[in-house]
């Protein structure tokens, strides 16, 4: 079992985190500018909920500038479950299953997200077949490698009946 | 709640208060150091008051620091100072663990604590120098460790014989006590203490790694059985050393086999009985510990009653940190946030850098970043935002927005969106999104404001001819509309009477094939408030037919059995679907598409069959606007093209082949140089196409898009002169003198426009001449835009060139973009744009206008359009 969030070891720290979670791995910053043309920039300033559970955006976001919170439970008693730093991709699951938010995401610090809304990701899809496939694939596989740490974590959870 | 962060559920060193500074902490340290080098010296120096103070006073209290305040300890420890001083100094040479010392060193640390525990019963109880040797010793270690290895993996959280006594007590604290160390944290260990106290051992305890957890556990387990042992067997010589540590293993594996048997038995999460286990341990250690520190006196009772209170409420707050430790790795199931691949980096440098331009929506605050040039449609669109669009070029009206900040930062308000303002009457901070486009920061509101009273009140002064009292308009379209508005205008108080086929108030003809998508029905299509009939006088007969007209009598006969007798009659009743004859339409699931019903009765039909495939027959505009829909509501589509390339009224073939493969990697299917035999039914339903070519296509719906027919029934009847339209002179004229034309059902100079904008012009003149002014037509200038996301295709004027003309290409093959100028007599004449968002905007307006480009021909010719933009300026 993993807990990452809890041991986010920040800055210079050397986390011994899984280095598969990455969106993209193989793609060159010409492929990066194709797939950001289709992405709207943006901008939060501090404390700004940026998704709300239970919405239903089916939006990817990729954060450029600025730190956020991941938040869970009722509005007046948020609890923190994770924090995404600059150069994160969240928002996939309902971006790929289109069903709500199942968090919040609020802003610690200023910053900026793109956003691929799924519209754009058509528009994407119709332009550049190549790139739809490795964004598509590794949406896939990053889904695949969060399901799998559930099914162990799940595992690990048996005992509690 | 604050704008702050939230509290994290359990916070991490650097969220967690701090008691005291930084070099307060490190001034105690040394005195630490210095306290145990005092009590090593004092060991040889005074061994019974030396070993006194080492196991009678200090090791007694350490269980209880560990249980109440652990970061007590882990500050001030002074084998963790000696640790951490190379770090301090610079020299440690910050090694990582190797896979062997991260599997073993807690181990070892076990191995170490029992050996040196036991070895107390024979070797340091009772011997001053080994205990003085014992706390030198460990001192060098730490040392030696934090000169090896980084952070405190060196010695604090690896081989540290007391880290695992330390875990296990200290997995609740009482009290947290930020690290004072680690500045900054070098992520050395897993599931570090000092990093996150109060979850480090649950962390442990759910660890993945089976074998990880198995060392842990197995401490827990054996822990309550030592620490029996080490009180109640007799220490050598009183029994031989085997003998003594034969004892230690029966003792221990007991509580082995007593934690094996409860996990399996009691079935409880899996850090309950470490928990007990633990409880248990430093129980047994103070029951007799009491002893030793108070001696046998009530005061003993007293330490042992106390201990076990603590120990209640730490169970207690020991469950309930595990329940909600599992509820948040439940939450956080996801695992962390995916990383960006290194490509990112510069691409999102270089992406902020264009989008340079900030826009704000209200309500809601909504900030993008926006290249210059966009439009306000397209920002927030992109945005997610709601807003409606129709034409996308100023001219319907669909997209009022308030500017409530920075209009001087918006493309100047002119043309056609100027006079489409004019008929909505909104504030005057109303823009159309579509038509403006950002130069700098603007604060835009959704929703437009409403004229102020005194604004409508400065009317122009009352004309118009007085010959001209009663004006009939039969058609409710835009053309109609805008006929009627402009005599309301031009003539305050002659009575207007506006008869409408159709049951809505003016809507947006322009966007019907959302009505197929689209879940909001004909919500957010009307063009016009409410109120718009009333405001301007206008006696509207909605859902109404006009029966007859009697040009002898002035008056129209209605099918409900009223006349409108008339002074001038504008006739606007528009067009229909040209229905070419084909064998089999008619079945249920064939459609046509001209209004909005026929819009809401395919998203009806699509629904009650389930319908799965659809064929569009006509590759036109509104053949590949509907198929987009009829896409979008989740059919599987084709579009039947009889030409080599749709959409060939806007695009020439290269333009046309770019859309086909656009659309196609949309997944629309569409198919060129083919045509619709006939259809086959199956139960009275449309179930395939068959096409010329001898294709067949299964389908369950079938949309008819050929064209337009103008609706000329009622002029015919009445006698008035019909070719393909009614015909029209300059003044929209008809060949009756009183009785006007305008709109689809016009045809001028042998044209019938069919196009939105042609009937915003028509309807103007035809008032204006009316009411008795003179007003002239001189044609409309074609331009349209196709409204499929992300295709970015706009047509305006002559699209081929001819003899004289140049020809201004662009191309980019990788961004599947093209364009096309037809520049004739130093002048526009025509474009196709595809791909060429901004550029479009400025080229159209250079069509429309008629501007004289000749000053910037030679920048056009090397590819930089924009300078069109700086001409307008």
């Known amino acids: 079992m993993s807990f990452e969030s809890l041991f986010d070891y920040d800055g210079t720290a050397q986390a011994p985190t899984s280095d598969e979670l990455v969106f993209l791995p193989q793609a060159n910053p010409e492929d990066w500018a194709r797939l950001l043309e289709h992405t709207e920039a943006r901008r ?64 610690i610090t200023d910053g900026e997200i793109r956003t691929l809304s799924l519209q754009s990701f058509e528009v994407l899809a119709a332009k550049d077949a190549g790139l739809m496939r490795a964004v598509v694939f590794d949406l896939a596989r990053i889904l695949s490698l969060r399901l799998r740490q559930t099914t162990a974590r799940v595992q690990n959870l048996r005992g509690l009946g | 709640m604050s704008n702050g962060a939230a509290r994290p559920v359990f916070p991490n060193y650097l969220q967690l208060p701090t008691y005291l500074p930084l070099a307060a902490w490190g001034v105690l340290r040394a005195l630490a150091v210095a306290a145990t080098l005092g009590l090593a010296a004092l060991l040889l120096e005074r061994p019974q008051l030396g070993l006194f103070l080492m196991w009678q ?74 205990t003085a040797a014992l706390i030198l010793g460990a001192l060098a270690l730490a040392f030696a460790g934090g000169l090896l290895f980084k952070g405190k993996s060196g010695w604090c959280s690896s081989l540290c014989p007391l880290l695992p006594v330390q875990r296990l007590y200290g997995q609740t604290p009482f009290v947290s006590i930020a690290n004072a160390h680690c500045r900054p944290c070098v992520g050395c260990t897993k599931n570090c203490y000092d990093f996150n106290p109060s979850v480090a051992y649950l962390a442990d305890q759910y660890d993945a790694d089976r074998h990880y957890v198995g060392y842990r556990r197995f401490f827990a387990a054996v822990f309550p059985g030592f620490v029996l042992a080490f009180y109640l067997l007799p220490a050598p010589p009183q029994i031989g050393l085997g003998q003594m540590y034969f004892g230690f293993a029966s003792y221990m594996g007991a509580s082995l086999a007593l934690f094996a048997v409860l996990d399996t038995f009691l079935k409880a999460s899996p850090n309950t009985l470490a928990v007990l286990f633990g409880a248990a341990a430093f129980n047994i250690y103070y029951w007799f510990g009491a002893v030793t520190l108070a001696g046998a006196t009530p005061w003993a009772w007293a330490i042992r009653a106390a201990v076990l209170a603590i120990t209640l409420v730490w169970l207690a707050r020991a469950f309930a940190t595990e329940r909600r430790f599992v509820a948040h790795a439940v939450a956080s199931a996801g695992g962390p946030a995916a990383r960006l691949g290194a490509g990112a980096t510069a691409a999102i440098e270089r992406a902020a850098a264009k989008d340079a331009i900030e826009v704000t929506f209200e309500p809601g605050q909504r900030r993008v970043a926006v290249k210059p040039g966009e439009t306000l449609l397209a920002v927030a669109e992109q945005s997610g935002l709601k807003i409606e669009a129709g ?212 998203r009806t039909f699509a629904q009650e069959r389930h319908a799965r495939t659809a064929v569009v027959a006509g590759g036109g505009l509104l053949g590949i606007e509907a198929a987009y829909a009829l896409h979008k509501l989740g059919l599987r589509v084709s579009v039947l093209e009889r030409g080599r390339w749709p959409l060939r009224r806007q695009v020439d073939e290269r333009g046309g082949v770019l859309l086909r493969d656009y659309l196609t990697g949309l997944g629309l299917d569409v198919l060129a140089e083919t045509e619709l035999a006939r259809l086959t039914a199956r139960d009275g339903a449309v179930s395939a196409a068959a096409l010329k070519d001898g294709r067949e296509l299964p389908c369950d719906m079938l949309l008819l898009c050929a064209g337009i027919r103008p609706n000329t029934a009622l002029a015919e009847a009445a006698g008035l002169k019909v070719n393909r339209g009614i015909v029209v002179d300059e003044r929209m004229r008809t060949s009756s003198a009183d009785v006007f034309c305008v709109g689809d059902a016009a045809e001028f100079g042998g044209e019938v426009y069919g196009l939105w904008p042609a009937s915003v012009e028509q309807g103007s003149v035809a008032a ?31 699209i081929e060139p001819k003899e004289g003309d140049e020809v201004l290409v662009r191309e980019d093959t990788e961004a599947r973009r093209y364009a096309k100028l037809i520049v004739a007599q130093g002048r526009i004449a025509g474009a196709i744009m595809i791909g060429y968002p901004v550029e479009a905007a400025l080229v159209t307006r250079a069509v429309k206008s008629g501007q004289d480009i000749g000053a910037q021909l030679e920048a056009l010719r090397r590819g930089d359009w924009r300078t069109l933009e700086r001409a307008a300026a």
């Open chain 1, 44 to 107: 939060f300033s501090a404390g700004e909920v940026v998704v709300r559970q239970g919405g239903a955006e089916q939006e990817l976001y990729i954060v450029a500038r600025g730190r956020l919170e991941v938040l869970v439970g009722d509005e007046r008693d948020w609890k923190r479950v994770a924090v995404i730093e600059p150069g994160s991709v969240f928002g996939e699951q309902s971006f790929v299953d289109g069903k709500p938010r199942s968090a919040s995401v609020r802003a």
């Open chain 2, 391 to 602: 034409c996308r070029m100023g001219i319907c009206g669909a997209d009022p927005v308030a500017v409530l900040e920075g209009a001087e930062c918006l493309s100047p308000c002119e043309g056609d969106e100027k006079t489409t303002l004019e008929r909505l009457g909104l504030a005057d901070n109303t823009r159309l999104a579509c038509s403006a486009r950002v130069k700098g920061a603007v604060t835009i509101g959704l929703q437009p404001q409403k004229r102020g009273a005194a604004a409508a009140a400065a009317a122009d002064a009352p004309r118009g001819d007085p010959a001209v009292g009663r004006v009939v308009i039969l058609g409710n379209g835009i053309a109609g509309v805008t006929a009627a508005e402009q005599v309301r205008k031009l003539h305050p108080s002659c009575e207007i009477s506006l008869v409408g086929r159709e049951k809505f108030p003016l809507y947006n003809r322009m966007g019907i094939t959302r009505l197929i998508y689209g879940r909001s029905a004909m919500h957010g299509l009307y063009l016009l408030p409410e109120s718009w009939y009333d405001d301007q006088r206008i006696d509207a007969w909605l859902n109404t037919r006009a029966e007859r007209i009697d040009l002898g009598a002035h008056k129209v006969l209605l099918a409900t059995g009223e006349e409108l007798a008339y002074d001038r009659l504008i006739i606007a009743t528009g067009s229909s679907s040209y229905v070419p004859q084909v064998e089999g339409f008619g079945a249920a699931g064939c459609f046509v598409l001209r209004e909005a019903e026929d819009a809401m009765h395919i």
């Open chain 2, 768 to 798: 204006a001449n009316a009411v008795g002014e003179q007003r002239r037509y001189g044609g409309t200038v074609p331009s349209t835009m196709l409204k499929v996301v992300g295709a970015d295709l706009a047509s305006v004027g002559r």
């Open chain 2, 57 to 130: 006073v200090a090791i007694p209290l350490v269980p209880l620091v560990f249980l109440v305040a652990p970061g007590l300890w882990r500050n001030l420890c002074p084998l963790a100072a000696m640790n951490q001083l190379p770090r301090l100094g610079g020299f440690t040479r910050g090694l990582t663990h190797t896979p062997l010392i991260r599997e073993y060193s807690y181990v070892i640390g076990i191995l170490l604590l029992f050996a040196l525990a036991s070895a107390r019963k024979y070797l340091f109880n009772h011997g001053a120098g080994a």
